[in-house]
């Protein structure tokens, strides 16, 4: 597929969707709705906030209540996410998987297509990233993949799904290979160096207790994050009796009113737990490399390096990993 031929495709793909792709905003590479195919940009670089936001919303409405009624609103509009790196296709299979009984997010993810690139990031911040290889086609979550030749001016059609296959027919193109999804894990085992960090997590105690005396609980590594997926869920009633609005919203888990619950420990006064900074920063990293690696058998991590690009104290994810990885402190 030519670049005028791409151009001709996001055009086409306007005329029936919302259409989401990087594009470049005051100088800051960003996803947003598209407005002309010229002004989509195809680059190895990450946009800072990742498309997170498209399929789980920083705030939306779940149902409202009236009188003891309750009405759901699962609304979702067909819409497209081109452009997406591989380690942002590692996140939606993530996301896939968390909110896998989800009704808004599965209202959403059927109406979505999904088209990914083969442009790799290489920033320095950034880990866990493969370069990229036809065979890594097998373990992604995708309709549609370009793989971009040298020239940036050609690229290589893949499918990834019957509707990925169905778009392009429509459209009028039919030079594509399909590839068949066969889950995330590689045939070789999950990945060894994931493994690792899991089984010395807890090695190191003082990690935690250094990064804490620079960790300021801004929460801005969750909000950048394309797997964190904390939420709160807040009632706001209407002045008429029995009314209101149930809504979701994001929120992390750096935040002191996170973990607060009922009741509290005797004699203490404090919430039950994530007391402090030093347990909050442990949870979140036990979170990405530990729970999630045990009930998902992948990392909740696709090491983009945003959380690192984002720290107002400059705390580096990677650095740290290499010091559990070592058994070193900070």
């Known amino acids: ?103 808004y997010y599965q209202a959403r993810r059927k109406k979505t297509l999904i088209v990914g690139h083969s442009l790799v990031p290489e920033a320095d911040y950034q880990f866990f990233i493969e370069k990229f290889s036809e065979d890594i086609l097998e373990h992604l979550k995708f309709d549609i993949f370009l793989a971009i030749q040298k020239n940036q001016k050609n690229f290589i059609v893949y499918t990834g799904s019957e509707d990925g296959q169905r778009i392009l027919d429509d459209f ?90 009922a009741g509290r420990e005797l004699g203490s006064g404090k919430p039950k737990f994530l007391n402090n900074t030093e347990q909050r920063i442990r949870f979140w990293y036990e979170h990405k490399f530990v729970r999630s690696v045990d009930e998902f058998g992948i990392s909740g991590c696709v090491g983009c390096g945003r959380c690192t690009k984002v720290c107002p104290v400059a705390i580096d994810i990677k650095k740290t990993l290499q010091k559990i990885l070592k058994g070193e402190i900070e």
């Open 1 to 103: 597929m030519t670049t005028k031929k791409l151009h001709q495709f996001i055009e086409y793909l306007s005329q029936q969707n919302l259409v989401w792709a990087p594009q470049k905003q005051n100088g800051q590479l960003v996803i947003s709705q598209v407005s002309s195919p010229e002004e989509v940009v195809l680059t190895n670089e990450l946009p800072l906030h990742s498309f997170k936001k498209i399929l789980v919303p920083p705030q939306e409405a779940l149902f409202s209540y009236q009188r003891g009624r309750i009405k759901a609103k699962i609304e979702s509009p067909y819409q497209v996410i081109f452009g997406l790196t591989v380690p942002d296709l590692k996140a939606v299979i993530y996301l896939d998987q968390v909110f896998a009984k989800d009704p």
């Open 172 to 261: 009028g193109y039919k030079l594509y290979e399909h590839i068949e999804y066969v889950g995330p894990i590689k045939e070789e085992g999950p990945d060894k160096q994931m493994l690792e960090i899991r089984r010395k997590f807890y090695d190191n105690p003082k990690i935690w207790q250094d990064l804490a005396q620079r960790c300021i609980e801004c929460g801005k590594c969750s909000l950048v994050c394309p797997t964190c997926f904390c939420h709160d869920l807040i009632d706001q009633p209407e002045l008429g009796e029995g009314n209101g609005t149930r809504n979701r919203q994001w929120t992390a888990c750096f935040y002191a009113n996170f973990s607060a619950v």
